[in-house]
């Protein structure tokens, strides 16, 4: 829903074409971007119908390859979109690849999948580079969020992705701790079975708690855990945070918040807050692309 193109514009560089299957990643693109967003699958484009451009930006889906899915690759029918990527990537030789994925994508399969990625790409003519970044030690956002990027270009130009920098952004900035929000993300005893754990085990404000599967973990760096694209259905893996008025989840726009994206972001109201949770968790930090798009 816009990410990618964020922090890129944000650099300097303006979007000129875009594509997603999602029809609610597309409602949001377009209540934010003023270029053309295509809903389709990618398999049904045609690399002749995309205006020219330079650079090709791409997070192909993480779920085939995520430790938090089912690590299934290439045999996954969403792993496969990374040679449909190739398949525009041959018609139209764009000057410069920039590719997102998640960390595991580098040793999966022991290793043979992004071989396979690197190798296909480099016979194409283009020169790869790569490297895991984080948002927390590289974006300066408060998330323990990890990814692997690869750019690539076609001439043999030198590159090096952005270094360190130090966090100063707070959790406090991004989320309201002391702020009463909607009564629909706080729990209580009604809407959650387990609330009784959550009051023995959350006990620090400003703090955030992650739900595991059958336990609660606080985050004792001052870290938000790692966003994901099932937060809006309830279930592992929803930040909870204690406040003065009782325990509750982040809201949508705390989460945009945390991937590092502006208050002036539009979420359009028509979409359901489990689409906006999923385009949260599908996200990537803003700040840090935009890093990445300046030393292009």
């Known amino acids: ?17 875009a594509n997603d299957c999602d029809k609610y990643a597309v409602e949001t693109f377009l209540a934010n971007f003023d270029c053309p967003c295509v809903l389709d699958d990618i398999k049904n484009i045609n690399p002749a119908d995309i205006p020219d451009f330079d650079i090709l930006c791409a997070g192909f889906p993480c779920q085939a390859f995520s ?13 496969t979109m990374f040679f449909e990527l190739i398949r525009i990537i041959k018609a139209r030789k764009p000057k410069i690849l920039f590719l997102e994925n998640v960390r595991h994508l580098l040793t999966h399969d022991f290793g043979r999948t992004f071989e396979i ?12 580079h790569y490297k895991v970044l984080s948002g927390h ?9 990890e990814r692997v990027f690869i750019v690539a270009f076609l001439d043999d130009r030198e590159f090096a992705f952005p270094d360190p920098i130090p966090l100063t952004t707070k959790t406090t900035d991004l989320i309201d701790f002391d702020i009463k929000v909607n009564d629909r993300y706080y729990y209580n005893e009604q809407k959650c079975k387990f609330y009784n754990t959550l009051v023995e085990c959350i006990t620090e404000p ?41 325990i509750r989840k982040l809201t949508p726009f705390e ?25 949260a968790g ?3 930090i803003v ?9 292009l």
Not at 268 to 277: A, F, N
Not at 287 to 295: F, H, Q, S, V
Request: hydrophobic share 35%.
């Open 287 to 295: 700040p840090l692309i935009n890093r990445i798009a300046k030393m």
């Open 117 to 128: 990625i690197s190798t296909t790409i480099k016979n194409l003519g283009y020169k790869l």
């Open 206 to 246: 400003y703090t955030l708690y992650q739900w595991r599967r059958n336990y609660i973990r606080p985050n004792k760096r001052g870290l938000c855990p790692t966003l994901t694209a099932s937060m809006g259905i309830g279930g592992c893996d929803v930040p909870l945070i204690l406040t003065p008025f009782g």
């Open 1 to 17: 829903m816009g990410g990618i193109d964020l922090g890129f514009q944000s650099a300097g560089y303006h979007t000129v074409w």
């Open 282 to 284: 599908n996200s990537i």
């Open 255 to 279: 989460c945009f918040r945390l991937q590092g994206f502006p208050k002036e972001f539009v979420l359009p109201e028509t979409l359901s807050h489990s689409q906006l949770y999923k385009q």
């Open 67 to 79: 430790v938090a899915g089912y690590q299934k690759g290439f045999e996954d029918e969403r792993g």
């Open 137 to 145: 030690g590289h974006g300066n956002i408060p998330q323990c969020r």
